[in-house]
């Protein structure tokens, strides 16, 4: 394994600013029409107080879209909370958002019920925005304490928006009798699709040029190699990419070769296009 100072010099050798390929973030992302529908909706949600659920197979981007998503909206006109650990248990959770709105939580779940009440009140006209990553881990008591929150002020309108990120089968866990009652407040359910091949010659494309590297640093067989071998998931795409160009470099290579995709592929454990084909063959 190659350490920092090792991949520093390769990315000198190659006449590059640094290793291309990091992990999609803000600066890689892809306007595809899919994620703009998403953010539209998202948009939508936070100013109806209403409830989304964003899915989508692992590491096609769900949380990166929310996070941007998140980090974009007017403070003046909302307070977004995001909560990551899908581990919390029901009286958890509520003390988790009383210390994300500014208050001292406490192990007394009536105790944070009033803290968040109170936190909401002095948010004035602003919308509170939670997000739930990982949403089809949590578990059903602690998704119920979630939904009673939106009724805090039942006369008027839900408390907040909220958001819910997921894997494919969440829709369908939310469909059973002990999560219906939150299934029936979701206002929109939207999915993100893998990229195209296309979009993922895009991304290959601009991941060289963030580092100062042409296009012409990969071959069009190995881009399209890492494009089938990623299913078209970003998080995929970006890790063979990443090994693809380290092994290239390592190997003192000026282009990035199908050969070297392959040895990406025999590091990288988790390869989604691979897997579905595995998963096909018969015993």
């Known amino acids: 394994m190659k350490n920092e100072a090792d991949l520093s010099l390769l990315a000198r050798q190659w006449g590059a600013s640094a290793v291309p390929f ?8 892809l306007e595809t029409p899919g994620a703009q529908k998403a953010w539209t909706a998202l948009n939508q949600t936070a100013a109806l107080r209403s409830v989304l659920l964003l ?19 007017d403070a003046r006109l909302f307070a977004p909370v995001c909560l990551t650990q899908a581990t ?9 958002l009383a210390a994300k709105l500014g208050k001292a939580a406490s192990f007394f779940r009536q105790r944070n019920l009033q803290l968040i009440e109170a936190a909401l009140g ?3 006209r602003r919308i509170l925005v939670v997000i739930l990553d990982e949403a089809q881990n949590y578990s059903q008591p602690s998704l119920e304490e979630v939904r009673l929150l ?29 999560q ?7 206002a929109c359910q939207l999915s993100l699709d893998p990229w195209t091949p296309a979009q993922c010659a895009q991304y290959l494309g601009a991941g060289l040029g963030a580092v100062g590297l042409s296009a012409a640093a990969l071959e069009p067989a190995a881009a399209e190699l890492l ?20 092994a290239a470099a390592t190997a003192q290579a000026q282009k990035i070769t199908p050969a070297h995709v392959q040895a990406a592929l025999e590091q990288v454990p988790c390869v989604p296009g691979l897997l579905a084909t595995t998963a096909a063959t018969p015993i």
């Open 122 to 124: 002095e948010l004035e």
């Open 88 to 96: 919390l248990s029901g009286t958890a959770i509520l003390a988790a």
């Open 227 to 246: 494009a089938s071998a990623s299913a078209g998931l970003p998080r995929s795409l970006a890790l063979l990419a990443r090994a693809a160009w380290i």
């Open 22 to 29: 990091g992990l999609v973030n803000g600066q890689d992302w």
């Open 150 to 178: 939106l009724g805090l002020n039942l006369p008027e309108q839900p408390a907040f928006a909220l958001v819910l990120i997921g894997d494919e089968y969440l829709l369908a866990s939310l469909k059973l009798r002990n």
């Open 55 to 73: 899915s989508g197979p692992n590491g096609v981007g769900k949380s990166v879209l929310a996070g941007r998503w998140m980090r974009a909206l």
């Open 180 to 186: 219906r009652a939150l299934y029936s407040r979701l």
